[in-house]
């Protein structure tokens, strides 16, 4: 997980590349703007919000049905900049947490800040807290502030172990999902991107389509053709490789497995990767909010997090 955020920037120029080369790269808005940040919790198991990522014991705990909000009258604690980060417990590690990177975004509320495109962390595991979340422009429940503002998972731990390269974890009150690929004291193993974990939680990775008015699942990491990838090779089968590294070109949402091993050495990538047919992940990201214009802020009066949204009485 730290690997991949420690060569966000520098993978984020060569996916901007590749979507250039593949002639779908728009404007979008320089700034951001978040007014209030609303947690609700529909979870049955108590749920710690770490309101400061680089200290995870300063938490919040959301019992079930419980909604907590604040804004720049009460909010001067809330650390927007990198992450929005739970978890049920101890130790809070990748595949033991649920993880919304800001990618250095949004520095607090009420003001406008450089916009940066945000996305989710699933790439050692999962645990039973599918999130959503939604940046509404006026009141939740009205309209979001543009085309892909909404994003959510459906992931389900039944699942787990029935879907290959993965494997149950049971913890104090519930279980985990690791994927048998998930890194080993520093090694990496080049099956992560194409492995049914990862097709599973693409798959399971949604992103609301405002023009569309439905929801997609996130694309498959299939390699970067503009770096001599060919196809991504998956127990389905081959699948072609793309400029952005993302099937067909289509977005994700979520870091489904890392840049490591195949993304590196760098510029070209590991030449056994692409042999091989196996990839590093593919560009991702929402609040792109790419039919706002440069010059337009993204004014966010709510941002608006749901935790196990299935279990909402409004959706029973």
Known sequence: HFFGISFFF???????????????????????????LTISSFCTLPVRYHYDFKDTTKFVTLQEGDTKSWTQADGSQIDLTQRIQFSYADPVITDNEVIIELN??????????????????????????????????DEVGG???????SIRTTFNIADCGKVGDTVVIPMQGYSRCATKWAPVNGTYFPQACTSDYAVYVN????????????W????????????????????????PSTPTGRQDNLPAINFECFE???????????????????????SCGFNMCEDLSPSTPEVVAVMEVLLCPELSPARA
């Open 203 to 214: 798959k399971n990775s949604l992103l609301y389509s405002k023009s569309l008015a439905k």
């Open 10 to 36: 520098g993978e984020m120029w060569a996916v901007l590349f590749a979507v250039v080369l593949a002639g779908t790269v728009r404007a979008s808005p320089l700034q951001m703007q978040v007014d209030k």
């Open 104 to 137: 250095g975004g949004v520095g607090g509320f009420g003001k406008l800040y450089p916009r940066f495109n945000f996305n989710l962390d699933q790439q050692e595991g999962f645990i039973p807290m599918n999130v959503e979340m939604n940046m509404w422009k």
């Open 260 to 282: 490591a091993p195949c993304r590196f050495p760098l510029p070209d990538g590991n030449p056994t990767c692409k042999a091989d047919y196996q990839v590093s992940v593919g």
């Open 216 to 239: 997609v699942p996130s694309a498959r990491s299939v390699g970067l053709s503009f770096l001599n990838w060919t196809f991504a090779k998956f127990s389905d089968g081959l699948v």
């Open 143 to 149: 309209e979001l502030v543009c085309e892909d503002a």
